[in-house]
């Protein structure tokens, strides 16, 4: 099957009381579509609502991809076959990117469709750039492990390799458990490996910090259930 259709990936704010970061021409992306595959509908219709008031939103398609994306991937490809613009929307920060979307993406591509990447915040690499750590070469590493033994071992694997290859390591906790990875990296790391906390990017009450774990031991942030992203450069 081969579409003429465009799908859009609509980045979403990643605090409701931050709109400003959202650049005014994704509106314009927003009144091409005609279907919706968002992670949370219910913010979704908010979201878009709060962009363009004048939005109709029952005159929209609406299907909810959170932990249904595979199960959603042929409604999906029966929309482009039908010719719909499509526009595919996570909960916050850029679909696709530690959000749902990269299935409906990669089927897209296969089905011929055209796909546009709109611009909009990303808290990876808001933090990356905001860090003072090594910007060339870094990875992404998503969540680590619950069990306390096995999350110490990755962690200290993920310093020595960040030592060994100059490399910045980034990685992210459920929120409720951000103290208790903030207390395991003090026991973990080596006195010299600096660590960046950020916490409620783009809000008011914004946090972004980088210090060696020698220094965080003096004191550390209370993020308990508060969105955080932490980078890792062992020197």
Known sequence: MKTSSNVYLIPAYLDEQSPSVIPNYIIDSVKKCQVFFTENERSARRYLKSLWKEMVIDDYEWFTIHKTEENQKATFLQKLKEGKTVGIISEAGCPGVADPGQILVEAAHHAGATIKPLVGPSSILLTLMASGMNGQHFQFVGYLPVEQ?????????????????????????????????????????????????????????????TKPINEWKKHLPDLHKQPAIFCLLAV
Do not use: D, G, V, W
Request: aromatic share 4%; hydrophobic share 30%; net charge positive.
């Open 149 to 209: 033994s096995e999350k110490m071992k990755i962690i200290r694997e993920l310093e020595n390799e960040s030592r060994k290859k100059n490399c910045t390591q980034i990685f992210i906790e459920t929120p409720y458990r951000n103290n208790q990875l903030m207390e395991t990296m003090l026991k973990t790391c080596q006195p010299s490996t600096k660590l960046c906390i950020a916490a409620n990017l783009t809000s008011a009450n914004e946090f972004i910090r």
